[in-house]
């Protein structure tokens, strides 16, 4: 039972939280000597708050996705503020959906388990899909080459009747995917269209408020989840050779902290 008396947490609660701390597993990985070998396969192992480890320095060619099933999950070098540290490198040329606006308006296109993690705003060599608490620290993210692309018409009115806009997006090192109080530090984000594309989405934002006087049931049932996106941390990176340092879309949540970071020789590349 948790409870608080005069301001003082009980001890029930300090017991809580010390056998969820030694309870955390620490999943070592490295190319030579394992257990594993490959950082996704400590990834999957991996429960809620436990820790990822990589403990050489070496590429790692592979894509890597924490999801909601590895809240609290701990992805680090083992000398997070070293000169020479791991990478990981992968371009991310799938993840271009929608195609044309009629893609854009299939709801059940977008959420549909087939097409997980190809939406345009999930791409990235690091992906952090709809988690919360995850640290990324002391790792370089590569995403292998500037890879932009542009899908012509995709932005339009109901129906996709008269003036469309294009979709001109990228693939990024990091994608931040509708999560919240994620921390970013120590890292090398480089290479790649975004170094760090956040996507922040809450529905209908401030103005889902329930009113219980309206007689349409969707506009008496809060949608807008606040308090669920945002809160990120950015601090003590390097953001360099991409187009753009980070990209924010749809973040009007809790909005996000960056702070000693340094960016250098981020320049616009045009869409292949």
Not at 123 to 134: D, E, F, M, P, Q
Not at 186 to 208: E, L, P, T
């Amino acid at each position: 039972m948790i409870s608080i008396h005069n301001g003082k947490i009980t001890a029930a609660v300090l017991v809580f939280i010390a056998a969820c701390s030694i309870n955390a597993a620490n999943l070592r990985v490295s190319q030579a000597e394992g257990p594993y070998f490959k950082i996704m396969d400590a990834v999957n192992a991996a429960k809620p708050g436990d820790s990822v480890t990589i403990i050489d320095e070496e590429v790692y060619k592979e894509q890597v996705v924490i999801d909601s099933t590895k809240n609290g999950l701990v992805l680090r070098s083992e000398n997070p503020t070293g000169k020479n540290r791991p990478v990981i490198m992968w371009t991310d040329t799938v993840a271009v959906l929608p195609k044309t606006c009629l893609d854009a308006q299939n709801e059940e296109l977008v959420n549909s388990s087939e097409n997980a993690g190809k939406y345009y705003d999930q791409n990235g060599a690091l992906k952090v899909l709809r988690a919360r608490g995850v640290t990324v620290d002391g790792i370089i993210i590569d995403g292998g080459k500037t890879y932009p692309f542009i899908n012509e018409g995709v932005w339009g009115p109901i129906g996709c009747a008269g003036r469309t806009f294009d979709l001109f997006h990228g693939n990024a090192a990091i994608s931040l995917w509708i999560s919240g109080d994620i921390t970013i530090r120590n890292c090398d984000m480089q290479n790649a269209y975004f170094g760090v594309n956040v996507k922040d989405r809450n529905i209908r934002g401030i103005f889902a408020n329930p009113n219980p006087s309206d007689i349409e049931r969707q506009n008496i049932i809060p949608v807008s989840g606040f308090g669920k996106t945002g809160n990120h941390l950015f601090e003590n990176n390097r953001f360099h050779n991409n187009s753009w340092g980070i990209f924010f879309e749809s973040a009007w949540d809790l909005g996000s902290v960056i702070k000693y970071n340094l960016f250098y020789e981020n320049h616009h590349q045009t869409a292949e």
